[in-house]
């Protein structure tokens, strides 16, 4: 167990939809960071937080938000949703300039 | 910018075979290099790491060792189980930021 937790575990919707998903970083850890990992791009890194401000950006959609609370968790939403968006999401946490611990995920399957 | 190359695979190996994956990076300075492991229908947890040239990282059996003139960190475990069945990652992560770069992942499957 990382000590990450990300919510839903699995999710189901539809073309068009929006959704968000959670993400509680370890105790202590004020670094959160995204990614998505689909067949065909692999693993890719969406955007990093820190202490509730924008740190990184990776390959992130402009239909793709995500935001840090001032309790440190996260949340990711996804809007306007496409069948290619269907991937496993992911959330990572770290303390600054240490090594990322990764969530359970997130399965997102659009229909 | 930085990126990893690993071998794709997929791997397959008899139970108690010698395994190594290659890994070979590009970054500037001095990145932290890691292994990462994704058994099935799990998330990505921490196989090892190594901080500086030379250093070596083991954990449960695996090695890499960070070898700088070659710009390399090819994992190796002296004899798989079928419980190592899994994906393996190798990442960089650079000085200047906390951005980890992945390579594609290496599909490794054991077989008894």
């Known amino acids: 167990d990382s000590g990450v937790t990300q919510t839903p575990k699995h999710l189901i919707t539809a073309t068009g939809q929006r959704v968000t998903l959670r993400c509680s970083p370890r105790?202590?850890?004020?670094?959160v960071y995204w990614y998505q990992q689909s067949l065909d791009q692999g693993l890719q890194f969406l955007i990093q937080y820190y202490n509730g401000e924008e740190r990184a950006k990776g390959n992130i959609l402009e239909r793709f938000s995500a935001q840090q609370f001032p309790d440190l968790h996260s949340e990711l939403n996804l809007s306007s949703l496409e069948l290619g968006d269907s991937a496993l999401y992911f959330c990572?946490?770290?303390?600054?300039?240490?090594?990322?611990?990764f969530g359970p995920g997130t399965r997102l399957t659009v229909l | 910018g930085d990126s990893v190359t690993q071998m794709e695979g997929p791997v397959t190996l008899s139970e108690e075979a010698f395994l190594t994956i290659n890994c070979t990076y590009t970054?500037?300075?001095?990145?932290?290099l890691f292994w990462y492991v994704q058994y099935p229908g799990e998330g990505l947890q921490l196989l090892l790491k190594a901080t500086k040239a030379d250093d070596k990282g083991s954990n449960k059996g695996f090695e890499a060792t960070y070898r700088k003139e070659t710009t390399s960190f090819h994992l190796e475990k002296g004899s798989v189980q079928v419980s190592d069945s899994a994906v393996y990652f190798c990442?960089?992560?650079?000085?200047?930021?906390?951005?980890?770069?992945f390579g594609p992942g290496t599909s490794l499957s054991v077989i008894p």
């Open positions: 970054a500037t300075g001095y990145p932290s």
């Open positions: 105790s202590g850890d004020l670094s």
């Open positions: 990572a946490s770290s303390a600054v300039g240490d090594t990322q611990y």
């Open positions: 990442a960089t992560r650079g000085t200047s930021y906390d951005k980890v770069i």
